[in-house]
């Protein structure tokens, strides 16, 4: 995949060299996270008067569905930065950029619903005034649903015995019940 990237120069001049480092990260990071759409990075200097050190400013802004990720560091952060040089400077702000997504990914991943098999079972329990019921599996199993799983305002139309499909997804502890469907045209009456 071929990353968008946007390099941004201010108070100093434009670096192929720096360039090319920026274009080195950035390509670790698209094969790290494939899902990147866009990345901008600025690299600031600021001169201090009669001062013969620069400090330095390094800003990453990445774009991903569902998320940016924005890392920024500043040379005076890191300890001795009047002599630091900027290109190890470049590498830690990605370092920080690449532990981001890594944080982000797992966050994605547990969020992350996971449907198991549609199956078939029938209402054992149903308690309207709840909003709450439980299913009897073919295995035998009771399983507990929510009124908000029974998509349409079908809940209040479910009797004890109907034939329903239901799905699952994987809970914090156990399966839940993410969606129950009558089964066949007079499942609901």
């Known amino acids: 995949m071929r990353l968008p990237l946007q390099v941004t120069f201010r ?24 899902r990147i759409l866009g990345c901008h990075v600025s690299v600031e200097a600021f001169h201090q008067q009669g001062a013969h050190e620069t400090d330095y400013r390094v800003r990453i802004d990445l774009t991903a569905p569902g998320n940016g990720v924005v890392v920024e560091r500043y040379s005076s952060e890191i300890l001795d930065f009047k002599n630091v040089q900027l290109f190890i400077m470049i590498g ?32 054992l329990r149903i308690f309207p005034e709840a909003g709450y019921g439980f299913l009897e599996t073919a295995d035998g199993r009771e399983v507990y649903f929510h009124r908000n799983s029974v998509p349409g305002g079908g809940f209040e139309r479910l009797r004890t015995g109907a034939e329903v499909t239901f799905e699952e997804m994987l809970g914090d502890k156990e399966p839940r019940v993410c969606t129950v469907r009558p089964f066949g045209r007079h499942a609901l009456y």
Do not use: C
């Not at 981001?100 to 797992?106: A, S, T």
């Open 11 to 34: 108070g100093m001049s434009p670096s192929e060299r720096i360039t090319s480092e920026i274009r080195r990260h950035t390509l670790k990071l698209a094969r790290f996270h494939d």
């Open 92 to 123: 830690q702000v990605f370092e920080d950029a690449e532990r981001q997504l890594e944080d982000f990914i797992r966050r994605s991943r547990v969020r992350l619903k996971i449907h198991g098999p549609t199956r078939h079972a029938h209402v």
